[in-house]
């Protein structure tokens, strides 16, 4: 429940949201939620929005960021008072990867441009899940990691970050707290700031050097998180996988990976 350096991990039952409802509410607390639908992600929108409207910050002042190449395609859906969406044309890089990778630089420049006036958190994550079951102001605090679903009882070893020593994002075997989504971080909008752009520039200098780490933005969040801690580390909770047998100690799934025919949307 907590980490080495004192970060909390949250697990259903550590927390009482009544008592943290109370705190950011008085606080008038204004959410950002970023997402990307690029190319043929659109198709999971609706299904993201619906969903978040359900259980993600009920309450709250949130605004949704979407970002996309293709405006037409967004699904027009009733929101809850308060709440609001923002769509941001982007464009669009050829390969997913890229398209992947190319999120850190949007949201960095999206934080100081835009986000730093308009709300207090971010929370930045994949467009490939549906909640499922409540996400609140728990998860909120300057700079917060979730445990990958697929390594979050595996021994460090198995840990899959970048080992090559010539890229940026390379981490020595004998170092590494845990091993973080790529698709679900957040923090308070300066936090956020420096994580996309440290992310952002640890990138472009691997481009220049023809590298492109393993598990591309993944990576270099986990690079960025082993020398500058989560300040809170969400448990699998937050972002499960139904390939995944459910453990004794998983006793909510608030948000799961949608299952993609990766052909059928990837590159096109
Ligand atoms: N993405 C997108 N269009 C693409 C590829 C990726 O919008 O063509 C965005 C989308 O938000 C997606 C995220 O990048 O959820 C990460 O890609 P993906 O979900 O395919 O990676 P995975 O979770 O399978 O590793
Ligand atoms: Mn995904």
């Given at each position: ?85 923002v769509v941001l ?61 697929g390594y979050f ?110 052909n059928a949307v990837?590159?096109?």
């Amino acid at each position: 429940m907590m980490t080495p350096w004192f970060a909390p991990i949250l697990w259903d039952g550590s927390y009482n949201i009544d008592i943290l409802n109370a705190q950011f509410h008085q606080r008038h607390v204004r959410i950002g939620l970023t997402v990307f639908a690029i190319k043929k992600y659109t198709v999971f929108m609706k299904t993201f929005i619906e969903t978040a409207e359900k259980f993600f910050m009920v309450g709250y002042k949130v605004n949704y960021y979407v970002f996309t190449d293709r405006v037409k395609e967004m699904p027009n859906i009733t929101l809850a008072d308060g709440r609001q969406l923002v769509v941001l044309e982007v464009p669009s890089y050829k390969r997913w990867q890229e398209v992947s990778m190319r999120r850190m630089e949007m949201i960095r420049d999206n934080s100081s441009k835009r986000f730093i006036n308009e709300v207090d958190y971010l929370v930045c994550v994949d467009v490939d899940i549906k909640f499922t079951d409540e996400v609140g102001v728990e998860i909120l605090s300057d700079v917060f990691g979730t445990l990958h679903p697929g390594y979050f009882r595996a021994p460090r070893e198995h840990f899959t970050y970048e080992r090559r020593k010539a890229s940026a994002a390379y981490i020595p075997p004998d170092e590494g707290d845990f091993y973080y989504a790529g698709g679900y971080f957040g923090g308070t909008v300066e936090e956020v700031y420096m994580l996309t752009s440290f992310c952002h520039s640890e990138m472009m200098t691997d481009k220049g050097n023809n590298i492109e780490a393993i598990w591309h933005d993944e990576s270099y969040l986990n690079k960025y998180f082993l020398y500058h801690k989560p300040t809170k580390v969400l448990s699998p909770e937050y972002l499960w996988d139904d390939n995944i047998e459910v453990p004794e100690v998983l006793k909510r799934r608030r948000s799961v990976i949608v299952p993609k025919n990766y052909n059928a949307v990837r590159n096109r």
